[in-house]
Nanobody, 125 residues
């Protein structure tokens, strides 16, 4: 199980970025996927997640209405569209996968068994 996050970069406050999480060696459609982030000196926190059926999504309060998670099964890729970015969104963003028995998803990093390398998002003021 390999995941690779990409799409990070430097953007001004108010700008947008789209992160991608590509999978290799397995089909993302069977997994709940989460996006997490970690800023220097902070704990890793859950940003958004989507269930395997795409029927359930969750967002942390501070990104609701600004970020959107989505899945392209044909491309075996998960996206995180980030709009109206703020300096406090600056962090390394990670995607993670969990093959759950139920059709749900979680923002708790501790329950996610598979992780990809992160991509750095820097939002300047």
């Amino acid at each position: 199980v390999q995941l690779q996050a990409s799409g990070g970069g430097l953007v001004q406050a108010g700008g947008s970025l789209r992160l991608s999480c590509a999978a290799s060696g397995f089909t993302l459609g069977y997994y709940a996927i989460g996006w997490f982030r970690q800023a220097p000196g902070n704990e890793r926190e859950g940003v958004s997640c989507i269930s395997s059926s795409d029927g359930e999504t969750h967002y942390m309060n501070s990104v609701k209405g600004r970020f959107t998670i989505s899945r392209d099964k044909a491309k075996n890729t998960i996206y995180l569209q980030m709009n109206s970015l703020k300096p406090e969104d600056t962090a390394v963003y990670y995607c993670a996968a969990d093959r759950r028995r139920d059709d749900g998803c979680s923002l708790a990093a501790r329950v996610m068994p598979y992780w990809g390398k992160g991509t750095l998002v820097t939002v300047s003021s």
